[in-house]
């Protein structure tokens, strides 16, 4: 009778348990290929970003429209000319096993992230911070860094120069990560048995190639607010595997589907399908460093033939704008105007000139251009590689596709083994220098056409320390131009994001930058 009691009053208590924490609720969401870090300094891609902040809290944070609000800090001010930050942590932090988290922890995330062996993509972003870019590149020390913790809740930010999207960046490029936990595993930290985070989330099981399962993380501090016990990320590389997956509801949430039937999902799911414009952008990098990508004459050849108004019409068919600049609409303090300056010419026009500038570059019948144009798998990304080749047959060029899966194309690029590559970019912040930064020498995790000029650097450094918003975007809109005459990289069209969300899913919010934080979301049958 004792042992029959106990085991009534444990089952008891761990329903009441459960029962604290709400129903048990698990989303499930397809994301564009497999994870290639859970390291949240070292994320390059969208679908390791995603996962970086369900698991990590900087000391800013999104809404559920993305709009910049108090994370893991309860406020901050700054400085009248804009280059001091002062953060107030809030009280009580902890990581999720259970050590306290303080400011402490973000001064050596800070350090991490800027240090030279880290080799982390992002720092370039965060180049604003006084002697960001100096430690970074090996000539000054981790301790010259413009970052100080002058008590437990208390971290400083001083800038070289103002940033008006500082607050904006470093929701997702400045995460702190577990000094105590890497000290112990070293590169072993992100392991599932070891690691330890400090968002809304935690790891709860990896499967490769499969999906990550997160848990809800019982010790964030706002974790009364999350609804969901559970999200799944699966990699779905196929549009058309993510589509019948939803179907067959096994998806909750599908973040790509097939561009030849968004007019059948319009049919068949109504208010389900969600297109909604972003400030993203889909381009192909040149590799400047490889002859003859690295004469602007053949790369300018290159973008000019390209139809980019066929492929979104044809192709595409969301409505997605054709691009010809490197800043999509819907950045702020940015008049529009750097655009490459083919943009209006008439296709004739421009194949004529094309085949000028080919000919000039020593490009003949002789002496042939044969590419190679490397693509992540995808039906969209498929149809628009061949329809370009095709375009590109009308110079004499000769194209050889080469695909692979989302992991194996991304390292490629890394490696820089390609002629041209596929690529994507969406918004860091809701600034024209998330852009910008593409083609910037000093951006090498992200500046995969290896692009180095110096007049494009230095209109970026002028901008960057220009006190006046006007000044700056007139700098930056130089910068923009003449990388588009230097044509590093071909924009080929701004992004509309395309996804079903199941009637399940609440609180959803369509946002300009498609950040949709697993937080907010619930679950409701």
Not at 118 to 127: C, D, E, G
Not at 464 to 488: D, G
């Amino acid at each position: 009778m004792t042992v029959h009691r106990a085991l009534v009053v444990a089952a008891w208590l761990v329903t009441a348990t459960f029962a604290a924490v709400g129903t048990a609720s698990e989303l499930r969401r397809s994301s564009i290929g497999d994870v290639q870090t859970l390291d949240p300094q070292l994320w390059v891609y969208g679908q390791d970003g995603n996962i970086a902040q369900d698991l990590f809290h900087g000391l800013t944070t999104l809404d559920a429209a993305a709009n910049v609000q108090p994370g893991s800090a309860e406020s901050w001010t700054v400085s009248p000319d804009g280059k001091l930050y002062t953060f107030k942590l809030r009280p009580g932090l902890i990581w999720s096993d259970g050590t306290p988290l303080t400011s402490k922890d973000f001064l050596y995330s800070f350090y991490r992230l800027f240090d030279p062996a880290m080799a982390a993509a992002s720092a370039s972003l965060l180049y604003a911070i006084e002697n960001g870019r100096e430690i970074n590149t090996g000539k000054l020390p981790l301790t010259k860094l413009g970052v100080s913790a002058p008590d437990s809740r208390t971290f400083v930010v001083r800038l070289s120069h103002p940033a008006p999207y500082f607050l904006d960046l470093i929701v997702h490029r400045a995460f702190p990560v577990p000094r105590h936990v890497i000290a112990k595993h070293r590169d072993q930290w992100t392991r599932p048995e070891n690691i330890v985070s400090n968002g809304p989330f935690v790891l709860a099981e990896r499967r490769p190639n499969a999906y990550i399962k997160l848990k809800k993380n019982l010790r964030f501090y706002a974790a009364d607010m999350v609804k969901l016990d559970a999200v799944q990320h699966i990699p779905i590389e196929d549009p058309r595997t993510a589509l019948a997956r939803y179907r067959a509801g096994e998806l909750d949430v599908a973040v790509s589907l097939p561009s030849d039937q968004i007019e059948d999902l319009r049919r068949e799911f109504g208010s389900q399908l969600h297109l909604t414009q972003q400030i993203g952008l889909e381009y192909y990098a040149f590799n400047t460093k490889r002859p003859p990508l690295n004469d602007a004459r053949v790369r300018r050849a290159l973008s000019m033939a390209i139809e980019r108004e066929a492929l979104t019409r044809s192709i595409l068919r969301a409505g997605e704008p054709a691009a010809y600049c490197l800043v999509p609409p819907g950045v702020n303090n940015y008049p529009r105007g750097g655009c490459a300056d083919f943009a209006n010419d008439s296709t004739n026009k421009r194949l004529a000139e094309a085949r000028d500038l080919l000919s000039a570059a020593g490009v003949s019948a002789a002496t042939p251009l044969k590419l190679t144009l490397r693509f992540n798998n995808g039906d969209t990304q498929r149809k628009t590689a061949i329809a370009v080749a095709a375009m590109w047959q009308r110079l004499g060029v000769t194209t050889e596709l080469v695909t692979a899966d989302l992991r194996a194309h991304q390292q490629a690029v890394r490696e820089g083994d390609f002629d041209v590559a596929r690529a994507s970019w969406y918004a860091e912040d809701r600034d024209p220098a998330s852009f910008l930064e593409l083609v910037a020498s000093r951006a090498t995790g992200i500046n995969i056409s290896r692009f180095a000029d110096q007049q494009y650097d230095d209109l970026i450094s002028r901008a960057e320390n220009s006190a006046s918003l006007s000044e700056r975007a007139a700098l930056l809109r130089q910068a923009e131009a003449h990388a588009m005459a230097e044509q590093p990289i071909a924009p080929l069209y701004y992004y509309v994001s395309r996804r079903l969300i199941s009637p399940r899913v609440k609180g959803w919010v369509d946002n300009p930058r498609g950040i949709h934080l697993q937080r907010y979301l619930s679950i409701e049958e």
